[in-house]
């Protein structure tokens, strides 16, 4: 039995892995394999059965996983991001929530029948979003910055608020059954979960923030004591009072986003890999209880309460919420277009409809399949047609010239400055903290952490970005990062740089990008040049002085770099292309300082002219 168990374990790993990575190579949300894979194992072949694996751990284990899941997310909500438009995510988050919750509760009732108490349980699930769609979703859609913000505010916030409602429903439909009072009962409920959950997340935030600031930890203790606080805060509060723990863990983590001096960068990465983890099995556990039977049963009745959610709910609930905003039509034709469910909505109402079914409510098993045709439904019409949309509408952010630059190091930081002073959008990357901070000091805007893992694939803001620029000290990172982004950007629009001299006599390894800055130039020789002082310097070709006659008269102390166009246009000097650039262009080039200018102080690494 012990063998078995195991082996079912490692089989969701393993398959949900091959899962994770289709995805990413079709460039689709992972849910619709991870949902695929959970529907064959479980009610189609039988192979998986959670309540069996698992037991009585299998609700503990999914509300532990949706706590992990959503205090990462909410860590990225920073309320600079939202300055102006904070009125339209207020609205999407209460009263907006409110027009989905009453439209889908009546649709539910009118179309299925069913009771108006289990209509308005499942209006109120409805109202999530699902954040671990939506993100990898913009990504691909690559939105206007006010609508990505809107989306992810409202996706990650909007969970706990569904949540809270079911547990306000579920609160007053047992009330109900055991005599008057149900709505002083509920009231009471809404109060405590509100104070309990909000103050739990506020002084549990408050500790891991003085621990993180005052040193009061090793930081090798970061991501472990994070992750223990986050379980801490949520055991803490559904203790307090039930089922109040999603609500203490996003306002926890919103508390540390927003708060001065917490090294956030450092503890938004502990949790890649386990997120991924607990995301793909929660999907697929959660699918193999799906029972197809009832599924079917409900026919057309799924669809239509689906068509109602996509085309009824959504765009009323955008058109109340961004009433009198500062948003145009475009954006908000889009906004009323996008809102997947996801995991937080299955796992909600897979709690509640059990629960209640036990307690004598017969249709209560018909909640968890609707809730998969609508999260089915919205997640595929949504991740296929969001991105024609979005061009159609005008409000997919273009094709840009700008850079994302892997490596934050001093040559970096000084290209970066460069192409930044002439108005050329560039966002730098890097693993080590020095490098970011020094960026960051420099005003430069920074992802600090893998280029390469799944925690950038959700939250590195490639919005303006059109090319990629891979020049680290680690040849290998250049050539995954090159591989990595060929299917954002393209492959000719991906440039590495080489980091040594070619050895002679052997046969030069082909980059994955195209080779940055011509044949023979390398990362070593660069970084040497410029700290010796040589500095990127701006020239302006003319008629007067073109192109070949800057070349003559530096030779090799210039190496050109980048070529603007009067358009502001920016080519790259590469290997496998010929730049000629003529009067009326700009060239960006790394000049050596004279020579008898080598016995003064060097000049600092980022100096740019």
Not at 12 to 25: E, K, N, P, S, T
Not at 322 to 344: C, D, K
Not at 391 to 400: D, I, M, N, Q, T
Not at 585 to 596: H, Q, R, S, T, Y
Request: net charge neutral.
């Amino acid at each position: 039995m012990t063998d078995t168990i195991i082996a079912t374990i490692a089989a969701i790993g393993v398959v949900g892995g091959a899962c994770q990575w289709l995805a990413w190579r079709l460039r689709l949300p992972a849910i619709l394999f991870l949902l695929l894979t959970g529907i064959l194992a479980g009610p189609v072949g039988g192979w998986l059965k959670p309540d069996i694996l698992l037991g009585d751990l299998l609700f503990p284990f999914v509300s532990l996983a949706v706590s992990v899941i959503l205090f990462e997310g909410s860590l990225t909500l920073k309320f600079s991001d939202i300055r102006g438009i904070e009125t339209v995510v207020r609205r999407f988050v209460t009263t907006g929530a409110l027009v989905t919750w009453g439209i889908v509760t009546v649709a539910t009732q009118w179309i299925t029948g069913i009771s108006w108490g289990l209509s308005t349980l499942f209006g109120a699930v409805m109202v999530v979003t699902g954040p671990t769609v939506i993100v990898p979703m913009l990504r691909t859609v690559r939105p206007t910055m006010h609508i990505a913000n809107v989306l992810r505010w409202e996706g990650i916030i909007i969970d706990p608020i569904g949540a809270l409602l079911a547990v306000l429903v579920y609160e007053f439909l047992i009330s109900s059954g055991t005599g008057g009072g149900a709505l002083g009962a509920t009231l009471t409920v809404f109060v405590r979960l509100i104070l309990v959950g909000s103050m739990t997340g506020i002084g549990v935030g408050y500790l891991v923030g003085e621990a993180l600031r005052r040193d009061w930890l090793p930081h090798y203790m970061f991501n472990v004591a994070t992750l223990a606080a986050v379980m801490g805060a949520f055991a803490l509060s559904n203790a307090l009072a039930h089922e109040s723990g999603l609500l203490a863990v996003t306002v926890m983590g919103i508390y540390l986003a927003n708060r001065k001096g917490v090294p956030v960068e450092e503890i938004l990465s502990f949790k890649e890999s386990l997120s991924l983890l607990l995301i793909t099995a929660l999907f697929i556990l959660l699918a193999a209880r799906l029972d197809l039977d009832l599924l079917l049963g409900l026919g057309w009745s799924a669809v239509q309460i689906f068509v109602v959610v996509q085309f009824l709910a959504r765009p009323l609930n955008v058109l109340w919420s961004t009433r009198a905003s500062s948003l145009s039509w475009r954006e908000r034709g889009l906004l009323a277009w996008i809102a997947p469910r996801g995991i937080v909505a299955a796992a909600v109402i897979a709690l509640f409809s059990l629960q209640l079914e036990q307690k004598g409510y017969a249709d209560a098993v018909l909640l968890v399949p609707l809730t998969f045709v609508v999260i089915i439904g919205t997640v595929v019409l949504q991740s296929l047609t969001a991105g024609p949309l979005a061009r159609l509408l005008k409000v997919a952010e273009p094709g840009s010239g700008g850079f994302l630059i892997v490596g934050a190091n001093p040559l970096a930081r000084a290209i970066a400055q460069a192409l930044s002073q002439n108005a050329v959008a560039v966002r730098l990357t890097d693993m080590l903290w020095d490098n970011v901070s020094r960026a960051r000091m420099a005003g430069l805007q920074t992802y600090y952490g893998n280029p390469l893992s799944e925690h950038a694939e959700v939250y590195l803001n490639t919005a303006g970005l059109g090319r990629v620029l891979a020049m680290t000290a680690d040849e290998h990172l250049n050539e995954l990062a090159c591989t990595r982004f060929k299917g954002d950007f393209g492959p000719k629009r991906v440039y590495a740089l080489r980091v040594g001299a070619r050895e002679k006599g052997r046969k030069a390894v082909s980059l994955a990008g195209l080779e940055a800055f011509g044949d023979g130039v390398n990362f070593v020789e660069l970084s040497r040049r410029l700290a010796r002082g040589a500095e990127i310097r701006r020239t302006n070709i003319s008629e007067a002085f073109s192109f070949e006659q800057f070349r003559a008269n530096y030779g090799e102390r210039a190496v050109p770099l980048f070529a603007i166009d009067p358009k502001g246009r920016v080519e790259v000097f590469a290997s496998e292309t010929e730049v000629q650039p003529k009067a009326g262009w700009v060239v960006l080039a790394l000049v050596d300082a004279d020579p008898d200018e080598y016995k003064r102080p060097p000049a600092k690494a980022d100096a740019t002219a």
